[in-house]
């Protein structure tokens, strides 16, 4: 993309984990129903288990993996369809967080007040995050995790000035 000052792509080995059990653990159950009858009284049906293989498999492959980008017009950060954007005119600065990630209760999408101010949290286990001070919005503050937090800070700063 033109105008482009960071794009990074992290994958998220547990969420991709966890889901991949959930899926082949349904997926072993349908084919044991399918192939063996159904197990006790009241068996889920198949359609069900389709359906939730279905489910979890979108949801795995949506929230694999979380898009940073800084660009021209602002900050996207996502994981998948699910993305938001911050336009230079709503950003203050930006810092490195120093809550705990505990704090936000796992990872994904969260929200959590720290300091008295509202946060949004795109976050993955074990990567640092960079808070995006914010003018406007439900949000004080965005946060979102990054391999490069530096770099990504970096950029920001260099978005601000430009903005100026």
Not at 45 to 52: D, I, Q, R
Not at 53 to 80: E, K, P, Q, T
Not at 83 to 112: F, K, N
Not at 131 to 140: A, D, H, I, M, S
């Amino acid at each position: 993309m033109a105008g482009t000052m960071y794009e990074e792509r992290i994958y998220s080995r547990w969420n991709i984990t966890i889901m991949s059990i959930v899926v082949f653990a349904l997926l072993a159950v349908l084919i044991r129903q399918l192939v063996a009858g159904p197990l006790g009284t009241n068996p889920a049906p198949n359609s069900f288990l389709m359906g939730m293989i279905v489910l979890f498999l979108a949801i795995g492959v949506n929230f694999a993996a979380l898009r940073v980008s800084v660009d021209m017009r602002g900050i996207l950060v996502g994981y998948g369809i699910i993305r938001h954007q911050i336009p230079w005119g709503e950003v203050v600065g930006c810092r490195l967080d120093e809550a705990s990630a505990i704090r936000y209760g796992g990872w994904g999408i969260r929200t959590g007040w720290v300091g008295g101010k509202r946060r949004l949290v795109y976050n993955i286990i074990g990567a640092p995050r960079v808070v995006v001070e914010k003018r406007l919005g439900n949000y004080q503050e965005f946060i979102f995790s990054t391999g490069n937090p530096e770099a990504v800070m970096k950029a920001i700063n260099e978005g601000l000035g430009r903005r100026s």
